[in-house]
């Protein structure tokens, strides 16, 4: 059984651009979570998404976004990069997310230079 | 606020040694416990999850357990390997569907 795709796995980016990351659940799946792991940091919470819609979100700026469409794929959006949003950006997806544990993708690794 | 403790933070033993990772939380109102591997560069294997209403649950050579009242949970790795050297994050699930993590223990088994 497939698991949880994300893509793509790696991306350099300049200050100031934009950039999406897509999530691919493992089918079935209706809830979509996404972290951000940085070395000072560790993993934080970005935001959860259940059948389309957000439950919850994390203590990010405004600059983050996402959404998950009725396939449960999910994508999220950062905008006006900043050297800081540098980090493996990690994806899970449940059942429902209350009930069952996550699984996780192998991540993207953003770079902004 | 909920907030994950890990304990050791990094933890060297040669191969064959039975080890404890010990992780605490300061919130005992979650959902489950989850204990995941990380190797460098990598995502994270989930290995075992415990739910609020359940004490242990074993997978091979892993043992976690949960006391919910306390806010512990251990991990126990029977006869350690070399492939067992990586980074073991514990993470809570609280009301809001939102995983916290420990900062995990860097693990190291030593042929």
């Known amino acids: 059984k497939a698991g949880v795709t994300q893509t793509p796995r790696y991306l350099i980016k300049t200050r100031g651009q934009q950039v999406t990351l897509s999530c691919s659940p493992i089918?079935?799946?209706?809830?979509v979570s996404w972290y951000q792991q940085t070395p000072g940091q560790g993993l934080q919470f970005l935001f959860e998404?259940?059948?389309?819609?957000?439950?919850n979100k994390g203590n990010f700026p405004g600059r983050f976004s996402g959404r998950q469409f009725s396939n449960s794929r999910s994508e999220m959006n950062v905008s006006t990069l900043e050297l800081g949003d540098s980090a493996l950006y990690l994806c899970?997806?449940?059942?429902?997310?209350?009930?069952?544990?996550?699984?996780f993708g192998s991540g993207t690794r953003l770079t902004v230079v | 606020k909920q907030e994950v403790t890990q304990i050791p933070a990094a933890l060297s033993v040669p191969e064959g040694e039975n080890l404890v990772l010990n992780c605490s939380f300061t919130d005992s109102a979650i959902y489950n416990l989850q204990w995941f591997r990380q190797d460098p560069g990598k995502g994270l294997t989930s290995l075992l999850l415990i739910q609020s209403s359940q004490r242990e649950q074993t997978s091979g050579r892993l043992n976690a357990s949960l006391d919910k009242s306390s806010g512990r949970s251990t991990l126990y790795i029977a006869a350690s390997q070399p492939g067992d050297s990586a980074t073991y994050l514990c993470?809570?699930?609280?009301?809001?569907?939102?995983?916290?993590f420990g900062s995990g223990t860097r693990l190291l088994v030593r042929p």
């Open positions: 993470a809570v699930m609280d009301s809001s569907y939102k995983l916290i």
């Open positions: 998404y259940f059948s389309e819609t957000q439950r």
């Open positions: 089918s079935g799946h209706r809830s």
């Open positions: 899970a997806s449940s059942f429902t997310g209350s009930d069952y544990g996550y699984t």
